[in-house]
């Protein structure tokens, strides 16, 4: 079944650690994205990515780098400039304006 | 810059009572898509609904229907007979102004539990 996979579920980190969180599709998707959810709030744009090699800052990049080798992968490093890491992170992909995103499951991510 | 706006922030229901979710949108453009997502506790976003701008036409799924109007720029939702397994976050979203490939712009998500 077509989908996209993000792992792991959960990561724990020390503070001061880069950590890579994994998103893999298998819709054939141009697009995807990274978006990061705190408790109670909403969805903010992190990278978003329109073709293999290119990729473009959200609202809050600061703290966060991405690569886009293959159309099927785009993972995200939270590296150690980013203040406050701890959050649930979503990935997602689309094909086109009138489809709209799938998601993947999330990664929920705490810095210790 | 484009935006949607659910002015709910959380409601709360008793199981079988009707629910209508807002969703208000700002566009320039004249093609667009507005979409509705649900988010149970489990965390991953569920599509529920896609409308284009040139179809004004409400829609009926079961217990879900949704009743979009360009001239008030609203495309609301609502939950009849709402029970225990609609608890969620609800997100409206629209890809007006967006790239040909149709980056979102959220709502902030509408919280909604029914108790039983």
């Known amino acids: 079944d077509g989908g996209i996979t993000q792992s792991p579920k959960y990561l724990f980190r020390k503070e001061g650690q880069n950590v890579t969180l994994s998103c893999e599709q298998n819709?054939?998707?141009?697009?995807m994205y990274w978006y990061r959810q705190d408790p109670g709030q909403g969805l903010r744009l992190i990278y978003y990515s329109q073709i293999v090699n290119d990729f473009q800052k959200g609202d809050i990049a600061e703290g966060y780098s991405v690569s886009r080798e293959k159309k099927e992968s785009f993972p995200l490093t939270v590296t150690s400039a980013q203040k406050n890491p701890t959050a649930f992170y979503l990935c997602a992909s689309s094909m086109g304006r009138q489809d709209g995103y799938t998601f993947g499951s999330g990664t929920r991510l705490t810095v210790v | 810059a484009q935006k949607v706006t659910q002015a709910q922030t959380e409601i709360s229901v008793v199981e079988k009572e009707d629910v209508t979710l807002d969703c208000v949108y700002e566009?320039?453009?004249?093609?667009?898509?507005l979409f509705w997502y649900k988010q149970p506790p489990s965390g991953e976003l569920v599509f529920l609904i896609r409308?284009?701008?040139?179809?004004?036409q409400n829609e009926i799924s079961g217990r879900y229907s949704w009743n979009f109007q360009k001239s008030t720029s609203s495309f609301n939702f609502t939950i009849t007979a709402s029970q225990v397994v609609d608890s969620a976050v609800y997100f409206c979203?629209?890809?007006?102004?967006?790239?040909?490939?149709?980056?979102?712009?959220f709502g902030q998500g509408t919280i909604l539990t029914v108790h039983p």
């Open positions: 819709l054939n998707h141009d697009a």
């Open positions: 409308r284009n701008s040139f179809d004004e």
């Open positions: 566009t320039r453009d004249t093609t667009y898509y």
């Open positions: 979203a629209s890809n007006a102004g967006g790239t040909s490939y149709g980056k979102l712009t």
